[in-house]
């Protein structure tokens, strides 16, 4: 059963347009998020997080919505780079709990 | 900043094989973890300890064993591989409390033949 689903396998987007990658959730005991990119034959790496308390969190480019009504969180992008080709993935947990449950993954592409 | 390695990047076993997959973090870090990545399924936790010689079954532990006998070092192993464990491997370490991020190593591409 996937708590944590992502459900575009793949995203292409023009270079300097907005990326929105989109991330469902059904365990509404969540209430931690996070995003992670990985690039080929690296390890994910940790891009930004936001807490179940507020919707919107922000940095530089990268901004994390929350809609906790609708189990719905997406990451913007803005302006996107061909840097940010990479696979995105979102993340959740519980409050206390040491483990994150990981969304399918988004492989974005930015096309220049 | 904090290091997660792992020991092979790539790796090729036969059927039956012991194969053991070993991560090293410099953090010192209570927790760490042992994923697998596959296509159309994202991050699997297979399991995770949070303390020396503690552990904890993750989502997918079937055919997996673990060992932590110092704090920096995480082994996972496969008793007897088979073609159906051929994944990335990917190893993580964290804080405790569950608020902290997670840094991961780079993986290893394991193919069981």
């Known amino acids: 059963d996937q708590q944590v689903k992502q459900n575009s396998p793949s995203l292409s987007v023009q270079e300097g347009r907005i990326s929105i990658l989109n991330c469902d959730y059904t365990?509404?005991?969540?209430?931690?998020f996070l995003w992670y990119k990985k690039y080929p034959a690296e390890g994910p790496t940790f891009l930004i997080s936001?807490?179940?308390?507020?919707d919107k969190n922000e940095d530089g480019r990268f901004t994390v919505f929350l809609n906790k009504s609708a189990k719905h969180l997406s990451l913007h992008i803005v302006p996107s780079q061909p840097g940010d080709s990479a696979v995105y993935f979102c993340a959740a947990t519980l409050f206390g709990n040491e483990k994150l449950t990981f969304g399918t993954g988004t492989r974005l592409t930015i096309i220049p | 900043d904090v290091k997660v390695t792992q020991s092979s990047r790539y790796l090729v076993k036969r059927t039956g094989e012991k194969v053991f997959l070993e991560c090293v973090q410099d953090?010192?870090?209570?927790?760490m973890f042992w994923y697998r990545q596959d296509p159309g399924l994202g991050l699997r936790l297979i399991y995770f300890s949070y303390d020396v010689k503690m552990k904890e079954k993750g989502d997918i532990p079937e055919g997996y064993s673990v060992s932590r006998e110092k704090k920096e070092r995480f082994s996972l192993i496969l008793e007897s591989a088979s073609t159906n464990q051929t994944s990335m491997y990917l190893c993580?370490?964290?804080?405790?409390?569950?608020?902290?991020?997670?840094?991961f190593g780079p993986g290893t591409r394991l193919l069981v033949l």
């Open positions: 993580a370490s964290s804080y405790p409390r569950g608020r902290e991020t997670q840094y």
């Open positions: 953090m010192d870090h209570e927790n």
């Open positions: 936001i807490s179940s308390i507020k």
């Open positions: 365990n509404s005991m969540f209430d931690y």
